[in-house]
């Protein structure tokens, strides 16, 4: 063990230059296995991830078994280091077996960062002498900003982690990381709330940049508004002189072909000057029918990042921190309830939290879970129709080929226990059952083993689209 790092130590100091405090330089060794790892990386974790989080990585030094690389940003490094850092040990690890570790330090003074600084501020002095008119006119096509959708009160998740870190990435470099951004996702899973937040940030961060946010529905009325007036010209120029330009909903201009013609020739005048788009859509690129292949492929090229539907944890997380704003006194049973039936969206969710809240504020009634049960009637009356535990096991069997008494059954193996969690998650949303009841009917499992299960699926329908798809179906079976 000494005689290796002696041996490292040996041939450190005769291939680096050692200046005071300065990282020692890799041998050339060193650097290929880098190199080697790095190109690894692009094929393991995809052409979007590398080039996103995993191109900047830049070999620093080596020392004593570890490998320094560096990012242009803490946020990077965090991330990286959650996400792929272990892997990439292991990488490296692979080429050469005394490489134990691998270090990501923050060197902020890389081109990445420090390059657009210039940019930014020759830009300041263009945007002076560019028209304030032109700003005004930027503003008044521009959608208002909700000023509560910030980052501060979006809650993350499993579900919108990417999405989330994507956006925060967007706000956090001068440069532009990928182009465009593209977030999307089901109605109401904060795909508005992350667009107006990173156009808060951004305003924030660098004021001197123009961001132009909007629907594509009013992008499509400008568009005919000047297509009308003759007035094109000043319609691209417009467009075309933004820094950041966000446009929310692109499924709205699906057959509408001169709309997206015209929205193809801005999105490629911006992206050559460099400029950050960002799009939101409820479908990915791909999935996107009525829109142009063309403009599609387009949509794809930089980041996609989907947010997947909620997950209990994540609804449970947004419902407390809704409480905290709203200063209300809601029990912890009584947001546990919630998250746990209020599934659809998180529109919904905070829908509901608003009614009851009220609704304790006007009768001067504190809020339980009884109230909680009677103001929402109506909604959880849809989740409700007296379907029967019963009901649900056959139909969960019957979906995965299972025996009914493989419902009740000891046996564990994943086959079988997997759709029984998805029976037990069912059986608490769509019955009024208590845990232990479910347990009981489950052959007698433990309220605890059943809370483990719900937890359980409802993780596994974030991540896993077949789980979330099988939900779905035997749901759907069993609701009409
Ligand atoms: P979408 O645009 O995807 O249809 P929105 O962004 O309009 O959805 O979100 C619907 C509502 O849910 C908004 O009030 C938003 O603030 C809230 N919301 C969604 N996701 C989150 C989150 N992760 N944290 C806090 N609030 C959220
Ligand atoms: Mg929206």
Known sequence: MSETIGKQVAQLNKNSIDLEG???EPTSEIKSIWSMVHAEMRKEFGEAIFRSWLKPLTLQAYYHGTMEVSVPTRFMRDWIQTHYSKRISEMCAQENAEIKRVQIVVIQNNVIDAAPEVSVDTKKN?????????????????????????????VVGKPNALAHAAARRVCESASVPFNPLFIYGGVGLGKTHLMHAIAHSMAENFPEKVVMYLSAEKFMYQFVKALRANETMNFKEQFRSVDILMIDDIQFIAGKESTQEEFFHTFNALVDQNKQIIISADKSPSDLTGIDERLRSRLAWGLVADIHPSTYDLRLGIL?????????????????????KVTSN????????????????????????????EVLQDLLRSHDRRITI??????????YNLRLTDMHSARRARNVARPRQVAMYLAKLLTARSLPEIGRKFGGRDHTTVMHAIRKVEELMGDDAQIAQDVDVVRRALTG
């Not at 032109?134 to 503003?139: K, S």
């Not at 407390?320 to 746990?340: I, Q, T, Y």
């Not at 009220?358 to 009884?370: C, F, K, M, P, R």
């Open 22 to 24: 300065t990282p020692l």
């Open 126 to 154: 263009s945007i002076t002498s560019k028209s304030a008119a032109l700003r005004d006119n930027i503003a008044e096509i521009s959608s208002p900003l909700d000023q509560r959708f910030t980052f501060d009160s979006f």
């Open 320 to 340: 407390r921190s809704k409480r905290e704003k709203l200063g209300a006194e809601v029990p912890d049973s009584v947001l546990e309830f919630l998250a746990l």
């Open 346 to 373: 998180i529109r919904e969710l905070e829908g509901a939290l608003n009614r009851i809240v009220a609704h304790a504020d006007v009768s001067n009634q504190e809020i339980t879970l009884e109230s909680t049960q």
């Open 390 to 399: 019963d009901e649900i096991q056959r139909k969960v069997a019957d979906h």
